[in-house]
């Protein structure tokens, strides 16, 4: 079982000298490695079509609207779920959210949080971000939660990996980007594109 985990905006809270109003993070879950791999295979299937160079990143902010709508046409013949939480960080209130660590490693617990039934020695790649200290402290924090009624942890691994060099990474960093987008630009065209593979996205704090 593999789990990718992406975010769109910032964790700071300086607004009005470039943070963020939003903050969005989304976990995509494949069951198995053959459901991900044909998902891998059908965007370098897409990139292929687009005449791209293999090195070639998808990356929503970065795209025109029209490739944005080819991938996510192209993988929603795919089998994956997501989840996630969109963080209105004005809203946010406590010591934890003053650090943008903290809420970075907030988001990503609350994130899996919503696929942890789902989840069995599961492995769990995020989107590279922090150094070799901050990724440990994560996997402990993740592997504490992510626990099943008998105390025993769903996980397997966390490792981060960097997009460029990772098809379903950049699959989560897509799905993110359309995701936030349908807050922060209420333009819900690409988030509608992959609506049946959505599990559950929530505004946090809720009213």
């Avoid at 960080?89 to 970075?104: H, I, V």
Wanted: hydrophobic letters at 35%.
């Amino acid at each position: 079982m593999l789990v990718f985990i992406d975010e769109s905006g910032d964790c700071g809270l300086k607004f009005g000298k470039g943070s963020s109003e939003f903050f969005t993070c989304i976990a995509v879950l494949f069951r198995d490695g053959l459901a991900a791999d044909a998902c891998d295979r059908s965007i370098d299937g897409l990139r292929y079509q687009l005449k791209r160079p293999r090195a070639y990143e998808f990356h929503l902010s970065h795209c025109s609207d029209k490739t944005r709508r080819a991938f996510l046409e192209t993988v929603n013949q795919d089998d994956f779920r997501f989840a996630g939480f969109v963080f209105e960080k004005r809203k946010l209130y406590g010591d934890r959210f003053t650090n943008p660590k903290e809420l970075y490693e907030f988001a990503v617990t609350l994130a899996c949080e919503q696929v942890k039934l789902h989840l069995e020695n599961a492995k769990v790649i995020i989107d590279k971000n922090g150094d070799r200290e901050f990724k440990k402290r994560l996997e402990r924090s993740l592997k504490a939660n992510m626990v099943d009624p008998e105390g025993n942890s769903r996980l397997r691994k966390v490792t981060m990996e960097t997009s460029h060099s990772n098809n379903l990474v950049q699959l989560a960093d897509m799905i993110c980007g359309a995701v936030g987008r349908s807050f922060t630009g209420r333009d819900n065209t690409f988030r509608a594109l992959v609506k049946r593979h959505e599990k559950f996205v929530q505004l946090w704090p809720q009213e």
